[in-house]
């Protein structure tokens, strides 16, 4: 097949901003290349993939850059400009297709959806966020009536947040598992990964971490530094290890010399990447059972979850971590989440898509 891939509006690719996605594109650019597809992706100025192939072509455009959708009210409306990115990526996208067979968007985003209805050719949406706007919500649900298969989802306690869903097409993620080295190394420091924003947690595991007596490694991109100057404040200097931002080669070595990876939702996390890549390098995790981790940690096997916001649970929880088998962290990522196991999920769901525009 030829595809056309639209990233993320939210950053360009390699910044960080754009979350879990950013690595969910560069997993299945690579896994769909080694099957022989042609993928053009369609990114953000200054967008980098993490591999290079002569089956891949990176386009990238400039445009205005927009709020994530999380961190604007619910009920805020869109009215994208000519120029911003989202509507840029999405033209350059449309000029491609005469030579392709379907587009697959992975921006979470009114115009990309909307446009579905308006062409006679296959978009295909990897939704990346439960419900966080009322206008995409409502505009899924009105393609969705017309073209059920064109959307797929991570995991099925993202597609809950639309009830309107029936049967959804779950897909996971996949994880290229040649970069990630498994540690057997079990007396390291506790850490925890994510973008450094309020849906994400961080001052539970703090919280945790310092009833241990320990401090946290934090590795990830901080987005909102007026929340995390705020966790610091509430704790003594130096009770979080700020490791930064790093390329996925580094970080999976850093990572993987921990002890267990907290992991703190406190919103109905997609699918969760952090929690996977740690356990691929034989970390386990301790969880809110909030979103994606709740379908990928097995309770007492690979991690342990806990109900959501309760933090002496999670205390008691993480006091239990040695029990854990780490090889058992990295097994479940190769029988369930590589980059191959993704690619053939998305394959099936493209071939059925593009039978029904044939
Ligand atoms: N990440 C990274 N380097 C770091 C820390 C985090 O590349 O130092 C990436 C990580 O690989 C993951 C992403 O940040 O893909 C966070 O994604 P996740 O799905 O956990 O949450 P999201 O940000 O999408 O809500």
């Not at 072509?57 to 400039?62: A, D, G, N, Q």
């Not at 190394?185 to 310092?210: H, M, Q, S, T």
């Not at 709740?294 to 205390?315: C, M, P, R, S, W």
């Amino acid at each position: 097949m030829r595809l056309i891939i639209i990233s993320t509006p939210i950053g360009f690719l390699g910044s960080g901003k754009g979350g879990g996605v950013e690595l969910t594109l560069n997993s299945l650019v690579n896994g769909l290349s080694k099957q022989n597809h042609f993928i053009n992706v369609v990114a953000p100025n200054h967008s980098k993939l993490s591999q290079n192939s002569i089956f891949t072509k990176l386009v990238t455009v400039s445009g205005c850059e927009q709020k994530s959708w999380q961190h604007q009210d619910y009920f805020t409306k869109t009215n994208p400009s000519k120029s911003s990115i989202v509507n840029v990526m999405f033209e350059k996208a449309i000029s491609l297709m005469k030579d392709c067979d379907a587009i697959i968007n992975l921006s979470y985003d009114f115009l990309p959806i909307s446009k579905t209805l308006d062409v006679d050719y296959p978009i295909l949406h990897l939704i990346s966020m439960g419900d966080e706007s009322n206008e995409v919500r409502n505009i899924i649900s009105r393609v969705y009536s017309k073209y059920p298969n064109n959307f797929a989802f991570h995991t099925k306690t993202q597609a809950s947040d639309y009830p309107f869903i029936k049967d959804p097409i779950i897909l996971g993620n996949g994880f290229e598992l040649s970069k990630y080295s498994f540690q057997e190394k079990k007396n390291g420091p506790l850490a925890w990964v994510g973008r450094v924003a309020p849906e994400k947690g961080l001052e539970d595991a703090v919280y945790v971490a310092n009833e241990m007596g320990e401090k946290l490694n934090v590795w990830g991109y901080v987005q909102d530094k007026e929340y995390a100057s705020k966790i610091e404040q509430s704790y003594p200097s130096g009770q979080i290890c700020w490791k930064g931002f790093l390329p996925t080669n580094k970080f999976q070595k850093e990572l993987g010399q921990c002890r267990a990876l907290i992991n703190t939702p406190k919103w109905n996390e997609a699918y969760g990447n952090v929690v996977v890549e740690a356990m691929a390098c034989g970390v386990p995790v301790v969880a809110y059972k909030k979103g994606g981790p709740g379908e990928i940690i097995q309770h007492g096997e690979t991690g342990f979850l806990v109900k959501a916001d309760d933090k002496e649970n999670l205390l008691l929880n993480l006091k239990k971590i040695d029990s854990i088998n780490r090889k058992k962290c990295r097994e479940w990522v190769e029988n369930n989440a590589s980059s191959n196991i993704f690619a053939d999920k998305v394959v099936s769901w493209l071939k059925k898509v593009i039978k029904e525009y044939e």
